[in-house]
């Protein structure tokens, strides 16, 4: 057993970190505005908006691993013109995970921002904008400090939920060793071969990282909520 | 010279109206806004704060506020907001709020000094009571020097003691700083004691408009004096009717007539007045 965990191979994790951790930080950017705007909207479009982002929740991920291969394939349009001008392929490599997983986990990451801001005393948001602050100034000084909880929600599940995906990089990625073969796609390959100790072994890094990942947002979340004396 | 002239269709509890006011205020005065709930208030306050939209002109000074061309957002305003709830910021202390308008330590700390809130200042809002939440609250509102202050029921949440306390202080900053105050309220003694002039609105149309002796003192005629309150129950002790009101706090006995007890019924609103009295006023 030790010596099994001495040879095991850790790229697929580190890529899986790797890619959770670019995939985070892009739709931190891309989602706060998004899930600002769609707080504070009163506008006809905002249940469109709303249901085209909830769509990567319902749709199975070889539909959506689907429409995005086949959008970024150099055959589109679209992938070749990243090709053409940058000379970027978007398929079968990391950069073509990456916008996978901005696709794939864009709700975990707008929901719980949008929760927060709707959560916030709307006179709180406008007492600072009376005090002659910018929007984006209220944002960063008010409305994000008074919700960390959801902050922290939302970057964490977004990270563990990219963590955990499987079926959109394999349609997208494949599985090139050190490119796209992460975690969870190592896992899949080692029970199609029958190599069930170290399935087991991936398996149960994979369950207890996650569990921690998870028991320390809750933890700090609870902590938070009677600070705030939440109850 | 703050001149209002807004227009505004309101969709309320009541069903649709229309807020329609036409008010020219002069520079320093303190005006109460008062009315029933629905009548528009509120949205006139926020209206004049520029968090809601409104048709119409607004001119502060010679400063237009909102016409046809132009609509100043409220970070241009300039003015002074005191909020039913306190809205303060809980992520930062009672000073930091101050700052947080402006960067005046001087200023902030003659703010904590006037309202007793000094030695509070590195506290966090949440651990304050309701009363000293709204006296930082009025601070901060005041951070900015500004020329207009609104204040949407500061008070209603508060208790007698502690409203009668905060009333001092906020005229007493009312004068210090020379602010136009328009403050929403429904309390009669609260607006006789802060306000110079009451304008009373009723359906989103002013109904009402004058000194506080005018419009709230509500004896008439012969009358020498008179309590409106509510009709809570009537009582019957031998061949004697007896109507039983609650005016503000205090309950009271009225002797009535068997045809007035007839026609009365619970809950209703009465008025009880007297004439050619001589009432004895004692001390506590």
Known sequence: MLEALMNLEFEPFILSFKLAGITTLILFTLALPLAWYLSQSKSKSKPFLEALTALPIVLPPSVLGFYILVVLSHNSPVGAFFDEYFGIKMVFNFTGLVVASCFYSLPFMVQPLQGGFESLNKNMLEASYIAGKSKLETIFRVALPNMKPALLTAIIITFAHTVGEFGVVLMVGGSIEGETKVASVAIYEMVEIMDYSTAHLYSAIMVIISFLVLFGVYWYNHGQNRKIGRF | ?284
């Open chain 2, 1 to 284: 010279m703050i001149a209002i002239n807004i227009n505004k269709k309101l969709h309320g509890s009541s069903g649709a109206m229309l807020l329609e006011v036409d008010l020219h205020i002069k520079e320093g005065d303190f005006v109460a806004l008062a009315g029933e709930s629905g009548s528009g208030k509120t949205t006139l306050l926020r209206i004049l704060a520029g968090l809601e939209e409104a048709k119409g002109t607004i001119k502060v000074a010679d400063e237009v506020w909102q016409d046809t061309k132009t609509c100043l957002k409220p970070q241009s305003r300039g003015i002074g907001f005191v909020f039913q709830d306190y809205a303060l910021f809980p992520n930062m202390t009672i000073e930091e709020n101050l700052l947080f308008v402006a960067k005046d330590k001087a200023l902030a700390s003659h703010l904590l000094e006037l309202t007793g809130l000094d030695s509070l200042k590195n506290r966090l809002p949440n651990i304050l009571s309701g009363g000293q939440q709204q006296r930082v609250s009025l601070c901060r509102a005041l951070m900015n020097r500004p020329k207009v202050l609104l204040m949407d029921e500061p008070l209603s949440a508060l208790d007698p003691a502690m409203r009668t306390k905060l009333q001092h202080e906020i005229l007493a900053l009312h004068k210090e700083f020379g602010t136009t105050t328009i403050m929403v309220s429904h309390d009669p003694s609260e607006i006789y004691r802060l306000a110079g002039r009451v304008v009373v609105l009723n359906h989103g149309s002013i109904i009402k408009d004058g000194t506080p002796k005018e419009v709230l003192l509500q004896t008439s005629g012969s009358q020498k004096f008179t309590f409106e309150g509510e009709l809570l129950d009537l009582l019957q002790a031998g061949v004697v009717n007896i109507a039983v009101v609650s005016i503000g706090q205090q309950l009271v006995e009225v002797v009535i007539t068997q045809s007035q007890a007839k026609s009365l019924v619970l809950g209703q609103r009465v008025r009880v007045s007297t004439k050619a009295f001589a009432p004895i006023l004692t001390q506590e």
